[in-house]
């Protein structure tokens, strides 16, 4: 059988390397000239844009089923995979993550908790919806894709207008700022039958903007964890989903969860998996796009997640580093040009006792 994955970052790079193992082949549609993280690891990689009709023939010619490893996609290109081979998850709900706003309306529509927003797509709305949900917010392009940007935090009426401007008058969605006690996320995989599996919760923490640590379990009440849970399941049903979807929540001071954002493919939150459960996100992810019963998801033992970030990277100091500590496991996604913020890899610290505190010792040597 043969997957086909549209995308060709690190995130397929790793499904690409759990099908081999399991004997399936895979055919990478980068939609860019590059593909570095697949290239050497899915048996094909077809590095042409997602307009080529030729590249979608081809694509489309060699694979059984498709997938996605990010969101980014023409709605067009989708819906003709998805006509064509099969696509999971479908269209219309990679569609419903593709926009801020859409997300946002499929949530309240379907009684799910997320932070309090309107849409705006005027200077005059901005400014309604600031009387409302201010005096502080977070104003956020409802496109996605901007790496960070596109995201300005609003905490008094006379920064409005400059926020709008920042945002250089894209529709937008304001948020109301949610003084969170901690952020997690939970990846759930929805089958064929319709059977759900939730991973367990995982605590995130951030460096600027970007995925830094995650720690799992997380470190919330049971009822924390299980509403987290049933509310990644609840939205994983009203979406028919089948695929891996990862859904990350704001953790209220009460307890109570929030949904933030949701992505319909494998998670860096999720990359714990890979040495901490007896099923990775990305070997989860093939067996509900292929129609596979789903893996078990238990949780091996306490395990943490390091990001590695290129201001983290110097190969030749660090590697070292990283082998002499205990439990520690390297993932690196083969990308030449490390600059700052660009994510090389991650590893996965498992086993023994104080796994957080050899993964944050390990952390500050990486900085240093
Ligand atoms: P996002 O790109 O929407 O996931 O936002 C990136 C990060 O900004 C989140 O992980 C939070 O740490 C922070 N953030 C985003 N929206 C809010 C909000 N409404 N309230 C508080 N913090 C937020």
Same mark, same amino acid.
């Given at each position: 059988m043969t997957l086909g994955i549209l995308g060709g970052g690190q995130l397929a790079r790793m499904l690409c390397l759990d099908a081999r193992r399991m004997g399936f082949r895979t055919v990478v549609w980068s939609g860019t000239p590059t593909a570095e993280p697949t290239v050497g690891v899915?048996?094909? !990689?077809?590095?042409?844009?997602?307009?080529n009709e030729a590249a979608r023939a081809e694509f489309c010619d060699q694979v059984d089923v498709a997938t996605v490893e990010f969101e980014n996609i023409p709605l067009e290109t989708l819906r003709e995979v998805e006509e064509a081979v099969g696509l999971y998850p479908s269209a219309e709900s990679i569609g419903i993550s593709q926009h801020r706003s859409r997300e946002k309306t499929f949530l309240k529509e379907n009684g799910i908790p997320c932070a309090p927003f309107a849409l705006v797509n005027s200077l005059e709305e901005l400014q309604a919806a600031y009387a409302e949900l201010g005096p502080t917010t977070v104003l956020k392009t409802a496109a996605f894709g901007y790496d960070g940007k596109g995201q300005v935090k609003i905490t008094a009426a006379d920064q409005v207008e400059a926020a709008w401007e920042s945002v250089q008058g894209e529709p937008s969605v304001l948020e109301g700022f949610v003084d969170f006690k901690c952020e997690v996320s939970v990846l759930v995989a929805r089958d064929e039958a319709g059977r759900c599996l939730a991973f367990p919760v995982a605590e995130n923490e951030h460096r600027h903007h970007i995925l830094d640590l995650t720690i !799992?379990?997380?470190? !919330?009440?049971d009822e924390t964890r299980k509403e987290a849970e049933e509310t990644a399941i609840r939205l994983a049903e009203k979406l028919n989903y089948r695929g891996l979807l990862a859904v990350e929540f704001f953790v209220e001071q009460s307890g109570r969860v929030l949904v933030n954002e949701m992505a319909p493919r494998p998670h860096?939150?999720?990359?714990?998996?890979?040495?901490?459960? !007896?099923?990775s996100q990305f070997e989860q992810q093939l067996r509900a796009v292929c129609g596979l019963p789903l893996g078990s998801s238990e949780l091996l033992g306490e395990t943490v997640m390091l990001n590695l970030l290129g201001d983290m990277w110097n190969p030749e100091l660090k590697e070292a580093e990283i082998f002499a500590t205990e439990g520690a496991k390297l993932h690196l996604y083969g990308k030449k040009n490390p600059s700052g913020r660009r994510k090389l890899g991650h590893v996965n610290l498992v086993g023994g006792s104080s796994v957080e505190e050899r993964a944050r010792a390990l952390k500050e040597k990486l900085l240093s």
């Open positions: 899915a048996d094909l !990689v077809i590095m042409k844009g997602f307009d !799992v379990p997380a470190r !919330v009440s860096n939150s999720g990359h714990f998996t890979m040495n901490g459960c !007896v099923t």
